[in-house]
C-alpha cells in the first residue's frame, strides 16, 4: 500500500470522512496519525489545556495494531485507526479518570466505560482524556485544580463546558472526533463556543454506564466532531442497549449506520421558528447567524415556519432542580459530599449546597413533568422535522466573566449559556449543535437543531445538508 505525502498541517486539518479512506487504503497509517496528534498536543496544549492525561504510548500500540489489521483486509469500520479524545469523566481501562477533581486524581477505574468499549470495538484510538468542569457541573470549563481550558480562537476566552476539552481538542486540530456528556447542553455548548459539531441523542440512546453520573434522568452521552459526517459514524459506534445502563430499553437492538440517509435529497422537510424563549434575549450578531442559516435552509428546499412553544421556558427550571437534587444524592451516596466539601472548587460546592435545600416534593413534581414532556414531546412538534435554534445566546465570554450583558438586560453567563439547550435535556429530545456563523469579533456562532425522539438520522441529513451549502465548518483559528 502506497503512502501518500501529507504534512502535519493538512492531516490535523483534514475531515474524518476524508481521512478515513486513506487509513482504510493505506495512504496515511494510524501511527503517523497519532504522531501528529502527539505533536500538536505537546505543543499547544500548555496554552489551551484542552488534555488531563495523554497516553501517547499506548496509543501508538493501538496505532500498530490497527495498521496490522488493516494491511491484513480487517477494517472494523470508518474510525478504524483514528486517533480521538475522550471527556475525562468517561471510565478508562488503565488510564486515571478524575471527572476534574480532586477527589478522584489518579483514581483508574476497573474497566471501559460502555462508549470507550465499543470505540476500541470500532477501531478508534483513544490519544487522551480531556479537560472539563470539575464533576462535569458547570458550563465554563474553568477547572479550579487543574487549570481552565483556553478557547482556540481567542484563548482569553472560555469554551463553554462542561465538555470545554473536548471542544478545544478538536477546534485546534488535535484530535477527529470526541465523546463527552450532556445534562445541560455540555456537547452542545462548547462546540457552539468553538465551532464545531456537537449532538446530544435521544435520552437512552446512548449508555451512560462508566460516565460518572451528573444527574441520572438529565444525563446523555453524545459525539463531538469538526463534520456532521463524524458526528453521525461516532453515534453510530456508541449508540445501542446495554443491560448495564435501563435506560438504553428503548433504542433498537439492531446497530444503526446514522450515516447512511446523509447524503439524499433534503426534500420539502418542515422546520419550526420558535420565537418564545429560543429567540428572546439573544444577541444580534447570534440572530443574524442564525437567521442567516434559516434562510440557506429554505434555499435547499426546506419549508420554514414560525411556530409557538409557550411552555418550553418553564423547562429550564424544572430541569435546573431535577439537576440540583441529583448531583446532591450521588455526591452524598458516594461519601463525597459534604464530608469532603473543602475538596472542591467554590462553584460546585455551591451548587451542591443548593441541591440539600430542594424539598422532596419540588423534586417528585418535576420528575413527573419531565416524564410528561417526554410522552408528549413529539405530539407536541408533531408535523415538523425540527427545531431551528441558537444553540447559545452569546458567543464565548471571557475567561473569569461572571455575568453578561444582553440586549440591556443582565444575567449570569451560567444561566444564558444553559437556558437554550437544557429543553432537549428536560424532554429527551435529540440536539444537533453546528456551525452557522461568526460574530464581528471573529468569534464562532453555533446552530441548534431539536428533533423528534429518535430522529437523529433526520436531524443529522439537514445538518449535512446546510453544512454542505455553507462554509463555517472549514474555517479555523488563526492563531493554532
Known amino acids: 500500500m502506497k503512502r501518500g505525502s501529507f504534512d502535519e498541517t493538512s492531516l490535523a486539518w483534514m475531515k474524518l470522512e476524508d481521512l478515513a479512506p486513506l487509513v482504510a487504503r493505506g495512504a496515511v497509517s494510524p501511527v503517523e496519525l497519532v504522531d501528529v496528534a502527539a505533536r500538536r498536543i505537546a505543543r499547544l496544549n500548555p496554552r489551551l489545556n484542552a488534555f488531563l492525561a495523554v497516553s501517547v504510548e499506548t496509543a501508538r500500540r493501538q496505532a500498530l495494531r490497527a495498521e496490522r489489521e488493516l494491511r491484513g483486509g480487517k477494517r472494523r469500520g470508518p ?18 479518570t478524575t ?3 480532586r477527589l478522584l486524581a489518579g483514581y483508574i477505574f476497573a474497566e471501559d466505560a460502555t462508549v470507550a468499549r465499543r470505540l476500541r470495538q470500532a477501531g478508534a484510538i483513544v ?24 478557547n482556540p480562537w481567542d484563548t482569553s476566552r472560555m469554551t463553554g463546558g462542561s465538555s470545554g476539552g473536548s471542544a478545544a481538542s478538536l477546534a485546534a486540530g488535535l484530535a477527529w472526533g470526541s465523546v463527552g456528556s450532556d445534562t445541560g447542553g455540555s456537547v452542545r455548548i462548547p462546540p457552539s463556543l468553538c465551532g464545531v459539531v456537537g449532538l446530544k441523542p435521544t435520552f437512552g440512546r446512548v449508555s451512560c454506564y462508566g460516565v460518572v453520573p451528573l444527574s441520572v434522568s438529565l444525563d446523555h452521552v453524545g459525539p463531538m466532531a469538526t463534520s456532521v459526517t463524524a458526528a453521525a459514524w461516532l453515534l453510530s459506534a456508541i449508540a445501542g442497549r446495554d443491560r448495564r445502563d435501563p435506560a438504553t430499553g428503548l433504542t433498537p437492538i439492531t446497530p444503526v449506520d446514522f450515516s447512511r440517509s446523509l447524503r439524499r435529497p433534503l426534500g420539502p422537510v418542515r422546520i419550526g421558528l420558535p ?10 450578531d447570534v440572530a443574524a447567524s442564525v437567521e442567516a442559516a434559516a434562510r440557506a435552509i429554505e434555499r435547499l428546499g426546506a419549508k420554514i415556519e414560525e411556530v409557538s412553544l409557550p411552555e418550553v421556558g418553564r423547562l429550564v427550571e424544572n430541569a435546573a432542580e431535577i439537576a440540583f437534587a441529583e448531583a446532591r444524592n450521588f455526591h452524598e451516596s458516594a461519601g463525597y459530599f459534604p464530608a469532603r466539601a473543602d475538596e472542591y472548587g467554590e462553584d460546585v460546592r455551591r451548587l451542591l449546597e443548593r441541591g440539600g435545600e430542594i424539598r422532596a416534593a419540588n423534586y417528585l413534581a418535576d420528575v413527573e413533568r419531565m416524564r410528561q414532556a417526554r410522552r408528549d414531546w413529539n405530539r407536541t412538534i408533531e408535523g415538523l422535522d425540527t427545531l431551528l435554534v441558537p444553540a447559545t445566546p452569546i458567543a464565548a465570554p471571557l475567561l473569569g466573566q461572571r455575568t453578561v450583558e444582553i440586549n440591556g438586560r443582565e444575567e449570569t453567563v451560567r444561566a444564558a449559556l444553559l437556558r437554550l439547550c437544557r429543553p432537549a435535556n428536560f424532554t429527551g429530545a435529540p440536539a444537533l449543535v453546528l456551525p452557522c456563523g461568526f460574530t464581528r469579533e471573529g468569534l464562532p456562532v453555533g446552530l441548534q437543531l431539536i428533533g423528534p425522539l429518535w430522529g437523529e438520522e433526520r436531524l443529522l441529513r439537514i445538518g449535512y445538508a446546510y453544512e454542505q451549502a455553507t462554509s463555517w465548518h472549514d474555517r479555523h483559528p488563526d492563531s493554532i
Do not use: M, Q
Not at 485507526?81 to 475522550?86: A, E, T
Open 127 to 150: 490519544i487522551g482524556k480531556t479537560n472539563l468542569h470539575e464533576f462535569a457541573y458547570g458550563v465554563t470549563s474553568e477547572n479550579p485544580h487543574y487549570g481552565p481550558v483556553r
Open 275 to 284: 420565537r418564545e424563549h429560543f429567540f428572546e434575549g439573544i444577541s444580534p
Open 99 to 101: 471527572a476534574g477533581s
Open 79 to 96: 474510525l478504524h485507526g483514528i486517533p480521538i479524545s475522550l471527556k475525562d469523566n468517561i471510565w478508562t481501562r488503565g488510564v486515571a
